[in-house]
């Protein structure tokens, strides 16, 4: 079975994540690292890869060049393979062109399986693999926290506000799995040696087609809106009391 | 202009989520519809009219039966093609997210999602990176398709009619083939959290999963829901339906009531954009405490019971 993993380098949280207000594009220029949410779509990957015996588990990532070098989280990690998409012409894409880069390199690999992490760290979009799926024509499952694949089908669980619901999608599927599915492993010191030598091939737009134009826009930057004032207590035994009064004042009861 | 509303519904009910949304695209103007994809849900389309709704566009076939994105991608895309929307608005929900990014590649349309509020002249507000910048976004054509962050906007029924417009379910083929095989058992007691007005979490401060019972008398006594952090999720202490935070429920109530949360920021962005947050937490350092509007620094099992107790006395 083949199964690509799409995930997505963003700015490492350590350094810190800002837009930038020239650009009004979120500033990736510092450290970049694969999004945390996406190590739970590989780590699934490598399970599904390692349950089945054989296939080969494909990275495929939108970014800068530098992107790479997160990429190679993944490898390490334990895929076989990146795929890289990257060009000027999808500097401040948005889901459109996100999804058509995606599904552009997605279609030249024809994988079994695709699998997205339950949102991406920095834009905070969690949907991105619906606008893939239908681009693909391809049955799609998110919010998946338990997944398992026989005789050209997959079932999986997934996490609604009502509870938890059961699919059966046949394959090729899309599935965009919740953080609650494993653990994701800690690559090794033999697999971070190991990606060095393990192939990455970067595309450009005129490889997947290319985005027209951004069909959104960000205009402005503001700052959050304050809370106002905010009052504190220690409990000296009228905590209680205290906080009745402060309900009553707001008409809360 | 002329805007489409996503009505999702669940056992026979519309989610409050899209009928706040209902509200706020009739209180921007224009032509405003609705649009109710299922199975035996003509009935819904007078709530939608009592909730402002001047039109509702039902799409009511077997097929639609289970909650499922892709079937419903076709049936708003050829309503959006068909009758020429401006903007097609969603609440954020599981099913919502998927239909909108769906429905945005099926007709090559702009989509920005967690927005908190949009202007008549079609600027929506996003919060990002935590929420510690909102940002200004817009379109650059039509149709606009947005999700909007649940529990942004309060249902408002005005008690007005709808008249009930038959959508055609023209389905590909590629939409029929996941399958649902159980769909979700309800696990929570009383309301859910996103259609609550007031919640009342509980975090590791509470000690044991037994504690719960604390959150649960008070969340009774204010008539709200009980909500946990992610956490105690994890520990199985609470059912992930109550989780609040970034991999779990965004919620923003008139009242959330924090009890023993330490307020990390992936619980932060789920609740910071409530009315009022009232924390009790026995550590005056705890993060929650520069978000609250009342922070009190004590033992929750000393307070809540007694808090519990005053409120319904207070509310009989």
């Known amino acids: 079975m083949k199964i690509a993993v799409c995930v997505k380098a963003v700015p490492d949280a350590a350094s810190g994540r800002r837009i930038d207000p020239a650009t009004k594009r979120l500033d990736r220029s510092g450290e970049l690292a694969i999004s945390e949410w996406d190590t739970y779509a590989i780590e699934e990957a490598l399970v599904l890869r390692e349950a089945g015996g054989d296939g080969e588990v494909v990275v495929v990532s939108l970014g800068p060049e530098r992107a790479v070098d997160a990429l190679r989280k993944a490898l390490a990690m334990g895929a076989d393979r990146a795929v890289l998409v990257s060009d000027p012409a999808f500097e401040g894409a948005d889901l459109l062109g996100t999804a058509t880069a995606l599904a552009g390199a997605l279609e030249r690999e024809s994988a079994d399986l695709v699998l997205f992490g339950q949102q991406s760290a920095d834009g905070g979009g969690a949907c991105l693999w619906a606008a893939v799926a239908d681009r693909l024509r391809r049955p799609i499952v998110s919010q998946v926290s338990e997944l398992s694949v026989d005789a050209g089908s997959l079932t999986g669980k997934r996490q609604t506000e009502f509870g938890y619901d059961t699919l059966r999608l046949p394959l090729p599927a899309v599935v965009a799995v919740a953080d609650s599915i494993n653990t994701p492993r800690y690559p090794s010191l033999k697999g971070i040696m190991g990606a060095k030598k393990k192939p990455q091939e970067t595309l450009g737009a005129s490889d997947v087609g290319g985005p027209d134009r951004a069909r959104t826009t960000v205009i402005a930057l503001n700052p959050p809106p304050s809370r106002g004032e905010a009052r504190r207590i220690e409990d000296d035994g009228s905590a209680a009391e205290q906080i009745v009064e402060f309900l009553a004042e707001r008409r809360m009861l | ?316």
């Not at chain 2, 309060?154 to 959508?167: L, R």
């Not at chain 2, 055609?168 to 979700?184: G, I, P, T």
């Not at chain 2, 956490?231 to 970034?246: C, L, N, R, T």
């Not at chain 2, 959330?256 to 026995?282: C, E, F, T």
């Open chain 2, 1 to 316: 202009m002329k805007t489409l509303v996503f009505l999702e519904h669940h056992d026979g009910a519309i989610q409050k989520g899209s009928l706040g949304v209902l509200a706020k695209a009739v209180a921007l103007g224009g032509d405003v519809a609705g649009v109710l994809a299922g199975a035996g849900v003509r009935e819904l389309a007078d709530e939608a009219g009592r909730h402002g709704a001047a039109s509702v566009w039902v799409a009511d076939d077997e097929r639609l039966a289970a909650p499922l994105p892709q079937p419903r991608v076709d049936v708003l895309a050829k309503l959006v093609r068909d009758e020429v929307f401006d903007a097609v608005l969603f609440a954020q929900s599981v099913l919502a997210a998927d239909v909108a990014a769906g429905l945005a590649a099926r007709l090559d349309a702009g989509l920005n999602w967690d927005l908190v509020d949009l202007s008549a002249d079609g600027v929506g507000t996003r919060p990002a990176l935590s929420d510690s910048v909102y940002l200004d976004v817009g379109w650059s054509e039509s149709p606009r398709l947005a999700v909007f962050r649940s529990g942004t906007f309060d249902p408002a029924p005005t008690g007005g009619a709808a008249e009930v417009k038959e959508a055609a379910v023209e389905l590909e083929d590629f939409s029929l083939l996941a399958e649902m095989v159980e769909q979700a058992h309800a696990e929570q007691q009383g309301p859910s959290i996103e259609e609550a007005d007031v919640i009342v979490a509980g975090g590791r401060g509470l000690g044991e999963p037994e504690a719960f019972s604390l959150a649960e008398g008070l969340a009774d006594a204010l008539g709200g829901a009980v909500g946990a952090t992610r956490a105690v999720v994890d520990a199985g202490w609470y059912p992930y339906s109550a989780q609040v935070g970034q991999t779990g429920k965004t919620v923003s109530p008139k009242l959330y009531v924090a009890l023993g949360i330490s307020g990390a920021i992936q619980h932060k962005v789920g609740m910071q954009s409530s009315n009022v947050i009232v924390s009790i937490n026995k550590d005056p350092n705890a993060p929650i405490f520069e978000f609250s509007d009342l922070g009190v620094v004590g033992d929750l099992h000393a307070i809540v019971p007694k808090l519990t107790e005053l409120v319904r006395a207070r509310r009989s």
